[in-house]
């Protein structure tokens, strides 16, 4: 995670704020947002998927690993009253909440079906997961594979691991966003799993 953490300071390109915004969008579209919803952000950076949401949900808890993200987050976040942070992983997390999401985060975790397993447990009853990455690609997103577990997922995948998980409602809402890198097109997916 050092790598995250060296690029904190120069994370919030206008790119990555338009993916965000478009992530953010489709969450919206598809999600019944109200202000008694208590929302996880995992893998949160410096927060570009909480802000366009935070103003429509009770309280956002963002967690990390790298330090410097939330240093950011938080020097953002100072207006709100209902955005706390935590130097954390997924895998830690004791709290349960009606909203997880992630943008961009799944393809870093090496054992998706551990992860399935621990978004349902930390949802509360018909809480639900809204998790953004890449459709599958063929591995030239990313300049080094280190760290990188995942070339993307296919819809069956997902659609086999949330619902061996236990998620009753699994919807993959396709092409929300295409990043456009090395001369090809990168679409992203936003998976939708109902406890």
Do not use: Q
């Amino acid at each position: 995670m050092s790598n995250f953490n060296e690029r904190a300071k120069d994370w919030d390109t206008e790119s990555k704020i338009e993916r965000s915004n478009a992530i953010a969008r489709s969450i919206k579209n598809n999600i019944k947002l109200n202000k008694n919803m208590n929302i996880l952000d995992f893998g949160c950076g410096t927060g570009l998927l909480i802000f366009p949401l935070i103003e429509e949900v009770g309280a956002v808890h963002g967690i990390d690993l790298a330090p410097n993200m939330l240093d950011i987050l938080k020097g953002k976040g100072k207006g709100y009253k209902n955005l706390t942070t935590e130097l954390t992983g997924i895998f830690e997390i004791t709290s349960t909440f009606d909203l997880i999401m992630s943008s961009m985060v799944m393809h870093h975790i090496e054992n998706i079906t551990k992860l399935a397993v621990k978004l349902y447990d930390s949802l509360n009853l018909d809480g639900i997961i809204a998790i953004a990455d890449l459709m599958e690609e063929d591995g030239s997103f990313h300049d080094s594979l280190d760290g990188i577990y995942s070339l993307g997922f296919s819809n069956e995948f997902l659609e086999k691991i949330f619902r061996g998980a236990g998620f009753k409602e699994i919807k993959v809402v396709e092409n929300i966003f295409i990043i456009e890198k090395n001369n090809k097109k990168y679409a992203l997916f936003l998976l939708i799993g109902k406890r």
